[in-house]
């Protein structure tokens, strides 16, 4: 399994990228392969606050429904606008494709996630 060192991972399976002082959300391949061919991103709601675990949208394959959580606390403030019209992009790249941008609380909360080793651990 393949794993960017550049992000932490949620048990979960999504991925926390920090950029600037907001953090990138998406899915991991793992994730992306076990839920089959995306076919809808959505429910993702924007200036909301979100507590670290909580659902912030849904993505639906052909196979099944899954939730996406928060990996921190913090507000929304983005969504992936172009996941409305190519949700297959998850599944293309799963790890250059955002689902949404988090403004943290505090970015020490990053701290209690996982590692690429540690993700990778969980999930042989």
Known sequence: MHL???RKYLSTHEWA???GDVVLVGITDFAQDQLGDLVFVGDFA???HLDAGAIAGV???VKAASDIYAP???TVIEYN???DDAPELLNESPFDTWIFKIKPDTMADLDGLL???QYHAENE
């Open 46 to 48: 924007t200036q909301v």
């Open 59 to 61: 993505v639906e394959s």
């Open 115 to 117: 590692t690429a080793a």
């Open 72 to 74: 921190l606390a913090g």
């Open 81 to 83: 606008s172009r996941l």
């Open 4 to 6: 960017p060192t550049d």
């Open 17 to 19: 990228l920090v950029e």
